[in-house]
């Protein structure tokens, strides 16, 4: 049975689990691989195999272990460009070749170099036996299996070596990563069950935007660990592996308190305010409001001393500043202080996962209080698949309300004024909804909102003018006399038709 110890290492027959190199892995597989064993990565040429790899090799070479890379495929120098532009050294990392040098050979050469299609299959593991025994190493990557397959010639042969190598392995003190660019025209499912753990690597093209890469671990024997697809991307440094969300594995003691949004007239439309813990969903048409009543909230958080972040998919940071001046609001003042954290979202080059990552890092690394995302229509198109939207907001926004954050959504509607259309209906998820329309007066154009659903407790079930002028937002009484604002067709049952006084001034 495994068992967690203190500092979040595990045990397994008495060995601990050691590192791949990788936080974002480590954390998927609960801390790490068992040591001692063989494990497979594969993927397409392009996925990161390459780089995942010396990050588990670097990682033992950084702890003084001995560790050796085995390549069949690329040659040294290849391997050095890799590790140069991640901002690595190879200096203690021990690579043997079986690949033709790019120069002439010297016969005085450390390395000695094989070309594998000259070579007998028995041949090329007995010399990759020997130099393991002279290296005797703790960490080995053979790269890669491909080359393996074609001196087999034959798959009952190739599963023979494959199990060789792992009995060959078995007697040493050592934890061998086997990589395989699935160069044969299906799935070795024969190579995974001789695998103690399989990680499978992909490269998505998607319509528009940046290639999406994501990682699953297929199987780890003995090991609990969290399923599913998890999307990361490889920058300077190694892969960035932003393990799947699981709201359930999160929570947090919080008082559940309002949160004041700075508006008196608006806190006593939600019966007090929105509490802690919970999400608002603001819904509609283009320019209504949506995003300046938001800002309020971020506003008011600010002047308490909260931290806030503002993810925008849609509009610049200087267009939410003219925003926010036109309106009253000191947002450039929070900003500078950092109190206010302002982050340009492009959903064509960001996966979901990523962006999860980053909402939760807000929240655990800068104690965000208050997350605003605008808007909804933006964090959409980020998606492959819209199915897929619902369920990671679910587990997002249940994350954010275990651990007492105000969680701000904004959703823009089809259309202007008359019948609506939302592009995606995410009410059933919001614990509140305000819905923000245009309603037409005698030849002018007003903007009306309501509190069409909250969860946590009372609120009005009335119809309110609103203004924004640079006063901010300013809230009038229940449009009592009148009936259809919602429904596109406003009607008037007054004897006569009152002015309503509201009007922007900006």
């Known amino acids: 049975m495994t068992e967690e110890l203190a500092g979040g290492a595990y045990r397994r027959e008495g060995l601990s689990r050691i590192s791949t190199g990788s936080d974002g892995l480590d954390d998927i ?20 195999k390459t780089t995942i790899a010396l990050q588990f090799l670097l990682k033992g070479q950084s702890l003084g272990e001995r560790v050796l890379y085995i390549t069949l495929s690329e040659t040294k120098r290849e391997l050095e460009v890799v590790a140069e532009r991640h901002g ?33 299959l028995s041949e090329t593991t007995g010399l990759m036996f020997k130099e393991v025994e002279r290296i005797d190493p703790t960490r080995v990557v053979i790269d890669s299996l491909s080359e393996l397959r074609l001196l087999a010639q034959s798959p009952l042969r190739y599963r023979r070596q494959v199990l060789a190598v792992k009995h060959f392995f078995a007697k040493r003190n050592c934890t061998v990563i086997l990589l ?24 998505l093209a ?47 003691s919080f008082l559940g308190e309002f949160t004041p949004s700075g508006n008196a007239e608006l806190d006593q439309l939600l019966g007090g305010g ?47 500043e ?11 003042q929070h900003l500078e202080s950092g109190l206010v954290r302002f982050q340009q979202i492009d959903p064509a080059e960001l996966s979901p996962g990523e962006f999860g990552a980053n909402v939760r890092r807000s929240v655990e690394h800068d104690n965000a209080r208050v997350i605003i995302i605008d808007s909804l229509n933006g964090y ?105 604002i919602f429904s596109g067709n406003p009607r008037f049952a007054g004897a006569d038709l009152p002015e309503l006084g509201l009007r922007d001034e900006h």
């Open 29 to 48: 597989l609960g801390g790490g691989l068992d040591p001692n064993r063989l494990y497979l990565y594969e993927g397409r040429p392009g996925t990161g």
């Open 88 to 120: 690595w050294s190879l200096d203690g990392v021990n690579v043997f070749e079986l690949v033709p040098p790019e120069t002439t050979l010297d016969p005085e050469r450390e390395l000695t170099v094989f070309h594998p299609a000259e070579v007998e």
């Open 180 to 203: 395989d660019d699935l160069s044969s025209s299906q799935d070795d499912l024969q190579l995974h069950s001789v695998a103690h753990g399989v990680v499978v690597l992909e490269q």
């Open 206 to 252: 998607i319509e528009y935007g940046a290639e999406r890469r994501r990682l699953r671990v297929i199987k780890m024997r003995g090991m609990a660990f969290r399923g599913g697809f998890h999307d990361f991307t490889i920058a300077k440094g190694g892969l960035r592996i932003f393990p799947r969300l699981v709201a359930s594995e999160h929570h947090r």
């Open 274 to 320: 929105l509490e802690r813990g919970t999400n608002a969903l603001i819904l509609g048409a283009a320019g209504v409001g949506k995003s300046s009543l938001a800002l309020s909230y971020a506003i008011a958080a600010a002047g308490r001393g909260e931290h806030v972040v503002f993810f925008a998919f849609d509009e610049g940071r200087g267009t939410v």
């Open 322 to 332: 003219a925003r926010a001046r036109s309106l009253g609001l000191k947002l450039h």
């Open 380 to 484: 959409l198109n980020a998606m492959p698949d819209e199915r897929f939207l619902i369920l990671q907001m679910h587990e997002l926004l249940s994350y954010l309300g275990q651990q007492g954050v105000l969680t701000i959504l904004v959703l823009a509607q089809h259309g202007l004024v008359g019948p609506m259309d939302t592009p995606l209906d995410i009410s059933y998820l919001s614990d509140a909804v305000l819905m923000l329309r245009y309603f037409e007066v005698a030849g002018t154009v007003r903007r009306a909102v309501s509190v069409v659903k909250k969860r946590s407790g009372y609120h009005e079930h009335t119809i309110r003018e609103f203004r924004l002028s640079g006063a901010g937002m300013t809230l009038g009484p229940p449009l009592v006399e009148f009936s259809g």
